[in-house]
């Protein structure tokens, strides 16, 4: 146990989400506790994490996790272990909540991306139809995340595309997608930022500049591709075809790097199989179904096409996250750190113990 590389869970407390700070102590070493000096709080080594107050043991819970994660039927892994399918379906959900956690934590982080590849899937739902939007960064092969609704609409594809600007730095961006209209819109309207000029009133919104927008449309005729459309719509010919030799090499315009995408869920997520029987019950329990594969797939599964940056090349290794492969069992237990505190707003002049306060924990933003 090493307390200088853990930090306090407790949302109340000033020290919270900050490690080498002398606040967090050892409470016990036989329960594997801390304490916090300066909430006088105790905690567990798995507060945060899946593991959190489950009588089954870790490794077992990897296991099955990691066998769901890579497509094996929930009645699979009852007859095999035991368990009873509502046990499996809470540690599914728990894990899909760690999965969105880490993904918000770490790949939500401004990059420099290149080009983003962006598709929807159409997923079976008892009693109807749900939509499931995903987007990748094509260089890296990074799931950038997903977003899930009843319906098709602008909303579905604005929500996407915001997790889209969070992940993306100021530099040229190329976004390719297929031909609904909804994305161009939501792109020109997402990738703004406020002009403060002190003035009253609403701010003026600010375009990005170098946000280039291609779109691939296809023809079909008896369910079989007969033409193909590749449209810019916004951008030169010149600047799009340098954004796309940079990130994936030869070739045109395409989007086949989010349909492989799509087609490793449809194999890991059950009721994303075409002309399967298995059907999703709740819109909730997809959404954490996408964030276990989709973490598992950037933090824990090397890619072929990465071979170029080394053996063994995650997503997330190539985007510069990680440094290493991480195992399932890493990834369910990653402690993620809440927001830090900030001081609270008030009127006059702050008192002398809330000066020691922001100058111990909020250093240069005080």
Known sequence: MDPTTVFCPNTYCHARGQTGQGNIGIHSQKEQRFICHECHKTFSARKGTVFYRLRTSAETVVIVMTLLAHGCPVQAIVAA???????VAEWWARSGRQGQAVHESLVEQP???????????????QGGIVWMALAMMVKTRLWLGGEVSEQRDMPLIRRLI????????????????????????????????????????????????????????KRYERRRVVATDRRIVDGTPARVETLRRRSQGEGVINTAYIERLNATFRERLASLTRRGRALARRTLTLQHGMYLIG??????????????????????????????????QELLSFHVPPPRWTPPKQR????????????????DHG
Not at 81 to 87: C, L
Request: charged fraction near 25%.
């Open 81 to 87: 272990f035991g368990f009873d399918e509502r046990t």
């Open 111 to 125: 990059r420099d991306l290149g080009q983003v590849q962006a598709d929807e899937l159409r997923v079976k739902k």
């Open 162 to 217: 915001e997790r889209v600007k969070r992940c993306a730095a100021h530099r040229p961006l190329l976004i390719c997608t297929d031909g609904l209209v909804s994305y161009i819109r939501a792109i020109r309207e997402t990738f703004r930022d406020p002009v403060h000029t002190g003035k009253g009133g609403r701010p003026r919104l600010r375009p990005w500049r170098q946000v280039l927008i291609a779109q691939v449309v």
């Open 295 to 328: 973490t598992v797939y950037n933090f824990c599964t090397p890619h072929t096409s990465l071979a170029h940056a080394g053996r063994g090349t995650t997503p997330a290794m190539a985007a510069g996250i990680t440094d290493h492969c991480w195992t399932v």
């Open 348 to 363: 006059g002049r702050p008192s002398h113990a809330l000066k020691r306060l922001i100058a111990r924990w909020c250093g």
